[in-house]
């Protein structure tokens, strides 16, 4: 929406409503308990917000945006008992929400020097009531009821220098701090771009990053205390080194190596656990510590062909190492320690049609990634909880060994008809076309009372027809 004195405003927005039953399987085919539950769950997002841009003079201009983010979950789960009798198992009703206004200011100071400076300001909400039953048949009680919110500022300056012909720097620092615990980070960052001709660059880059835990790691509550309100700000250092070579008009290669070092991961005062392994939990209940540590070190390379007589193409690949450090002292891999990830990304284009106005494209790409590390599992305790029990039992090491690498090809051919005042594109796109196995989750067995490992693979076909004005 422009505005002839005011700048121009824009409004956008996003949301999803979803809904998912599973029905328990017939009682003649039950093996694991997962095939004893009904559940019912829904969920929700949202994004809007409105932005302002203004120039305020031919040197000075400011943006502006005002957003509110969203979701929520509904979870209702029920099991059958040997009687095929459906019992109340587990409840989860949770939202979080986050209203942000951010504000900058760009100013060039000459032709040299370029300065942007702001803020955002955040109000953070979570809303949670968790029920879940401690044993077969029984209702489910109270685990977690937690209610909260608090304020995140965060304030920046970064500016850019033209040092030289060749030589340009970006340099700045920002400040994050949470009120829930009144904790805050300075973080200072530096860039600098080096040209060695018209083809080749080098680059090196240093940068700290801080970041907040999700709300209701802070809000959890045992026998009536809040042990992790207090966690501090989590950081990462983070050193890399770029090369870029022109090998001509159309192809690039970067060769960037890495270092990340992490400290105030929040971990288990007593055992391996840490939230740098944390995935989707909405039953988390555990005390931590700020005071584990991590690193990761490794190297980037691309090859890279810009689109040319309608062929390009994209190559990556990553080597790494991933480790972190609990609050015994003791060092092991990260979850998603995978060690190496590989991507190819080709496609064609041919103008076709009678006027020679239209396209038909084919495009594919091929990601090979190692696989994620194992958790180590209480063979014993599952067997009596007949519930998979993660646990460092008998020596071994969780998060040691891998499990199997994962190739994955996908593919899509498209047609695009353009018309003088609109296109139109038909399009099939195939995710996964081999269908290549993932893992899935661990689960007990129930006829043989061992613990077993679920994988699994879809293939995702995807047919559209889209029109564009």
Known sequence: LPTQNVGNFSFWGVGLTDRQEMVAVDSSLWISNFDRDNSQTSLYMYATGVSHKMALNSKL???????????????????????????????AESQTWRYSLQSSLGLRLSKQHSNHSGFTYSTLGYDVDIEQSQAEGGAPIKVAQREGNSGLLQVYTQSKLQLSSKLSMNVGVNAQY??????????????????????RSLALAYGRHSRIERLPVYFVDIAGVQPNKNLDLQTADHLVLAYNIKLNDQMRVCVEPYYQRLNNIPVS???????????????????????????????DLTVERSISNGFYYLMTASLFDANYTDAQGVTRSTRFNKNYVVNGLMGKEWVVG??????????????????NRKETIDQQASMLAQDVVYAETGGQESFADRHDDMPIISFTVSYRKNKPSYSSVWSLQVLNATAAKEYSNDWVDLRS?????????????NLSYKIQF
């Open 449 to 461: 009372g061992k613990v077993e490992t679920k994988y699994e693979g879809i293939m995702v076909p």
């Open 269 to 299: 005062p007593t055992d391996y656990f840490s939230t740098i392994n944390m995935r989707s939990d909405i039953f988390f209940n555990r005390e931590l510590v700020s005071e584990g540590s991590g690193r990761n070190v490794g190297v």
């Open 178 to 199: 949470l009120m829930l615990n009144e904790k805050g980070s300075i973080q200072p960052r530096a860039g600098f771009k080096y040209n060695i001709d018209d083809k």
């Open 354 to 371: 009678k006027d020679k106005n239209n396209l038909l494209s084919v495009n594919g790409r091929f990601n090979y990634l190692g696989g």
């Open 61 to 91: 201009f400011i943006n502006t945006t005002l957003s509110a983010t969203g979701n929520g979950l509904s979870h209702q789960e029920q099991r059958l008992d040997y009687e095929l009798q459906a019992h109340d198992q587990s409840g």
